[in-house]
Structure formats: C-alpha cells, structure tokens
C-alpha cells in the first residue's frame, strides 16, 4: 500500500512539475509571500501564505484560506462523506452537509461561510440558485455576487474563508 501511495505522490508532483509547478518540502528556508505548493510527512506549516496547497505523503491535500490550513482532498485512508439529496426548494444548507444534490428547482441557501467549512453543491434534473445567508460567493475571476446560478447538470465546490465563499472548482 504505501508503494501505491508513493506512486500517487510522484505522479501527483511530475503532474504539477509538468504545468510549471514547483513542488519543495514544507520544511524549506525559502518562504515568500507568494502561495506555494508543498509536500511532506507533517502536518502543513502554519508559516505558509494563504492560497498554498499541501500534498501530505499519506495522500490528503490541504488549501491554505483566511490563515488557516483545509483539508480539500481525502488520503488513502479513505473517508466517507455524507451526501443529502433536496428535492423540495427553497431549503437551506445543514451544518452537517458535504455533498448536497439538489433535484428541484429553485433558491438552496448556503450558511455563513466559516473559515476552512467547504461544501458541494450538484444541480441534478433542475436549474438551481445558490444564494447565502451572510457573505458574498467569490467567483473564479475573483467576482463577488449574492447568488450564482447552477444549470441543470452543473456542481460547485466551496470553502468558507470566514467572509465568504469561495469557489474551487
């Protein structure tokens, strides 16, 4: 098993090595206030700045948000997570939500978005509108809105960085 996942790493680094990437040990002299990529045994350096990611060799990845580390990626360990269908709107988000799939059409409302909560959201067989009850959502571009618009079909994925949402992906 532990061959497996050192394979995953390596493939993982030569992946971002390949895009332009550079990936170095969390325990480097080298800090600046640019976000860097990291990988490594420990748990994820508290002196990094926001907007870093960090690739622990048991497979987990982390993000760096409102200077605080969240784990955004499960390691081989495995996880579960818990997914709760909404098939009547509008409704709102739990505190316990990770993966909601929403049938129906119309307004689903995200909480406040607290530090490092993250949150996916799948619009399935309806055209959803994701609105939140304090913050803004920080679009790819950096845009802040109120509500962003989900065509049948699409998902998002969010973390809170204490303000607001933010999407990832």
């Known amino acids: 098993m532990s061959l497996l996942r050192d394979a995953k790493t390596t493939v993982l680094k030569l992946a971002l090595v390949g895009v332009g990437l550079i990936v170095r040990r969390s325990k480097s002299s080298l ?3 640019d976000p860097v990529i990291l990988s ?3 748990a994820p350096d508290a002196a990094e ?6 690739l622990r060799s048991t497979g987990e990845l982390y993000l760096r948000a409102s200077s605080a580390w969240a784990q955004i990626l499960p390691g081989s360990g495995g996880s579960s997570v818990s997914l709760r269908v909404v098939s009547s709107l509008p409704a709102a988000a739990l505190t316990t939500d990770e993966v909601v799939k929403v049938t129906a059409t119309g307004t689903f409302t995200l909480l406040a978005p607290t530090s490092g909560r993250q949150i996916i959201v799948k619009a399935k067989g309806a055209a959803v509108t994701l609105a939140t009850a304090s913050g803004q959502i920080e679009g790819l571009t950096g845009a802040l809105a109120s509500t962003l618009s989900m065509p049948d079909g699409s998902s998002v994925r969010l ?3 204490g303000s607001n949402w933010l999407i990832l992906a």
């Open 159 to 161: 973390i809170g960085d």
């Open 40 to 42: 490594g045994d420990d």
């Open 31 to 33: 800090l600046t206030g």
């Open 49 to 54: 700045p926001d907007g870093s990611l960090y």
